[in-house]
C-alpha cells in the first residue's frame, strides 16, 4: 500500500528513445518520442495526456505498461522502480496496471466468446472453480452495462461501444489499481462516447482505479480528467488542475490546441455542442441513479 499522499504512478525525467537501424557509417540510429516529461497520478485521480498526433502520447502510455522503452529518468509505480524489475514481469504489475485500448476489435480474440475472454482474464491470476468463473464472468458483464446473454457472443457481434465495454471488463478483472486509457472513445459515435466515458467516471467512483487518459479530444479530457499534462513534440508544455489548464492556460501552444478546437466550422461545433449536452446529461443520470440507491457494484 501506499504511503499517504504518495502518487500511485510517478513518471519522473521520462525520455522515450527509440533505436531505428544503423546509418551507413555504422552508428545506431535513434529517435527520441519522449523527453523529460514528469507527472504524478494520485491514487482514484485521471490524469489526461493530450497533444498532437506524434506528440509521444502512446510513447509515454506503453513505457508505464513496460512497453516502451525507459531511456531515461524513472517511472515508479506504487513506490518501485519500474525499470529495477528487470526482464521478468512481476505478476503483481500485471495485475496492478491495466490497459484499454482505441479499436477493441483488434484487442479482442475474435475466435473467442466474451464469456471466455473475461473468463480467461479473471483466472489469469487467481484460481477459481468453474461455477465462481461463471458467476464472476456474469459480474463482471453486469459491472459494464451488458447483459448476461452477451457471454456467448463473438466480439464482431457486438456493437462498437459494447465491444469497448468487454475491453474494460477485461481490464478490470485482475482489480487493477491503475488503467492506461489509450483513446478508448476515439473510435465510436458522440453519443456512445459519452455513454463509455461515463460508465469510465463510475468504475472510478466504485473502485478507486486511477486513469492515465490519453486523448487527443479535448472535450473527452477535460470531462474525463482531475489534472492535464500537454505535451507537443514529446515535450511537457503545460501540466496542472484540469480547469487550470483550459480556462487559463499558460502555454501558447495549448492556447493553440484549446483554439483549435473552438472550430469555425458551424456542423462541427454543433456536433461538439451535442456532445457536451450528452456527457452532461449521462452525468446527471449516473448520479441520479447512484443517489437513488440503484448502485449496482456493492
Ligand atoms: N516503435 C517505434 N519505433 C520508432 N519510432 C516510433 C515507435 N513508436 C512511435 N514512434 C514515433 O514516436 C513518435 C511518438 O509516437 P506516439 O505513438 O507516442 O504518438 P501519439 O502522441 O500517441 O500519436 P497519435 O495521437 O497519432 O496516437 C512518433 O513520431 C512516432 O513515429
Ligand atoms: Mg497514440
Not at 52 to 74: C, D, M, T, Y
Not at 86 to 108: E, I, K, M
Amino acid at each position: 500500500m501506499n504511503a499517504p499522499g504518495t502518487p500511485l504512478l510517478s513518471v519522473e525525467n521520462l525520455t522515450v528513445r527509440y533505436r531505428l537501424g544503423r546509418s551507413m557509417s555504422g552508428r545506431a540510429k535513434t529517435f527520441t518520442a519522449v523527453k523529460d516529461v514528469s507527472f504524478t497520478i494520485g491514487a482514484g485521480r485521471t490524469l489526461g495526456l493530450v497533444g498532437e498526433s506524434g506528440s509521444g502520447k502512446s510513447s509515454i502510455g506503453r513505457a508505464v505498461l513496460r512497453l516502451s522503452p525507459i531511456s531515461q529518468g524513472r517511472i515508479v509505480f506504487d513506490g518501485q522502480d519500474i525499470d529495477a524489475f528487470g526482464r521478468r514481469t512481476p505478476l503483481s504489475f500485471h495485475r496492478d496496471v491495466q490497459v484499454v485500448f482505441q479499436d477493441p476489435l483488434s484487442s479482442l480474440n475474435p475466435r473467442q466468446t466474451i464469456a471466455d475472454t473475461l473468463g480467461q482474464a479473471l483466472t489469469r491470476h487467481r484460481p477459481l472453480s468453474r461455477a465462481e468463473r461463471d458467476r464472476e464472468t456474469g459480474e463482471a458483464l453486469d459491472r459494464v452495462g451488458l447483459a448476461p446473454h452477451h457471454a456467448d457472443r463473438y466480439p464482431h457481434e457486438l456493437s462498437g461501444g459494447q465491444r469497448q465495454r468487454v475491453a474494460i471488463a477485461r481490464a478490470l478483472a485482475t482489480r487493477p489499481r491503475l488503467i492506461v486509457c489509450d483513446e478508448p472513445v476515439s473510435a465510436l459515435d458522440v453519443s456512445t462516447q459519452s455513454q463509455v466515458i461515463n460508465l469510465l467516471q463510475e468504475l472510478q467512483r466504485d473502485l478507486g482505479v486511477s486513469y492515465l487518459f490519453i486523448a487527443h479530444d479535448l472535450e473527452v479530457v477535460r470531462h474525463m480528467s482531475d489534472e492535464i499534462a500537454v505535451l507537443s513534440l514529446g515535450e511537457l508544455v503545460e501540466s496542472g488542475p484540469a480547469a487550470q489548464v483550459y480556462d487559463s492556460p499558460a502555454h501558447p501552444y495549448t492556447r493553440t490546441l484549446l483554439a483549435s478546437t473552438l472550430i469555425a466550422d458551424p456542423a462541427r461545433q454543433a456536433a461538439r455542442t451535442a456532445q457536451r449536452r450528452a456527457l452532461r446529461a449521462e452525468s446527471t443520470a449516473a448520479a441520479a441513479a447512484a443517489g437513488g440507491g440503484a448502485q449496482k457494484h456493492p
